[in-house]
């Protein structure tokens, strides 16, 4: 497993700062993101994708994907006819863009204005997919969806798609949680082949309020030990994406839940390893 952030998740006002925090706080790489439409008009083309990736292998990292956080708001895959339109050409642009990027992953999250939350909204994802694994064909690039379903969900999703090789899933662990979900056994469902990444956040809930994502990993719902024990046992070698609150203007929260990341999903020990014999001495001792 390669353990990364999205830019937007850490601190700075330019790319070079926040891959800097990235560094700092000990990733393997970074995801670039599109914030706003301004964004994904300015840089979409070689040159700057070129750059970019010269500067991140500069040092000594790679790129986790592209995600798309401007489709989470307008245009939103789930607005009306010609919204949708419009999304699907910053789509198009952003999977051109990724091969640019040599990534192999541009992440659609649906959440925001495009939160699927009802069936109608389910249909037109579904329709916004299905388009989306079209254009991924075309670029040879993967389309992946962030959010959280149950597994039978996801697998209607994907088979509704002429191309369902070019669709995975970012999944979004802590949204799972919030919805009662377990994140282990969908990881189990979807297997290697389907599981793009795992978007890590936690989260808490209040009787009567949303959900509060601005909790440190390993303090909330999430059950970090199901989702430790599934990943080996689908031979998941991806992307971690760690996410932080907002508010980490020196890097610091980045920084203790990249550590927190790494602790609570460090490989499950073999019945041979040292971890393992160490254990197994101490159970055995009177």
């Not at 369902?164 to 799972?176: E, F, K, T, Y």
């Not at 303090?219 to 971690?240: H, K, N």
Request: aromatic residues 6%.
């Amino acid at each position: 497993m390669k353990f990364a952030f999205d830019q937007t998740a850490l601190p700075g006002s330019s790319f070079d700062e926040q891959l800097r925090h990235a560094a700092e706080a000990g990733a393997d790489g970074i995801g670039v993101c599109w914030l706003n439409q301004v964004e994904a008009q300015r840089f979409n083309d070689q040159a700057g994708a070129r750059a970019t990736l010269r500067t991140v292998q500069k040092a000594g990292m790679e790129i986790s994907s592209l995600t798309l956080d401007c489709l989470s708001d307008r245009p939103s895959p789930l607005g009306g006819s010609a919204e949708c339109a419009e999304a699907n050409e910053v789509i198009a642009r952003g999977l051109a863009f990724a091969t640019h990027l040599r990534t192999d992953t541009v992440v659609l999250p649906f959440a925001g204005r495009s939160r699927i939350d009802t069936d109608a909204d389910l249909n037109q994802a579904i329709e916004a997919i299905s388009t989306g694994s079209d254009l991924a064909a075309r670029f040879g690039v993967s389309l992946a969806i962030r959010c959280a379903l149950n597994p039978n969900l996801f697998q209607f999703l994907l088979d509704s798609c002429e191309h369902p090789d070019r669709i995975r899933i970012s999944l979004d662990v802590a949204d799972a949680a919030a919805k009662s979900l377990d994140a282990g056994t969908i990881i189990r469902t979807l297997g290697s082949g389907q599981l793009a990444q795992v978007y890590v956040r936690d989260v808490v809930r209040s009787s009567g309020r949303p959900p509060d994502f601005r909790v440190r990993l390993g303090r909330g719902l999430v059950d970090f030990s199901t989702i430790r024990q599934a990943l080996p046992v689908i031979g998941f070698d991806g992307w971690i994406v760690v996410d932080t609150p907002r508010g980490d203007s020196g890097g610091q929260i980045a920084g203790l839940n990249m550590a927190d990341a790494r602790q609570l999903l460090r490989p499950v020990p073999t019945d041979d390893s040292p971890e393992s014999q160490t254990c197994q001495e101490i159970a055995a001792a009177p």
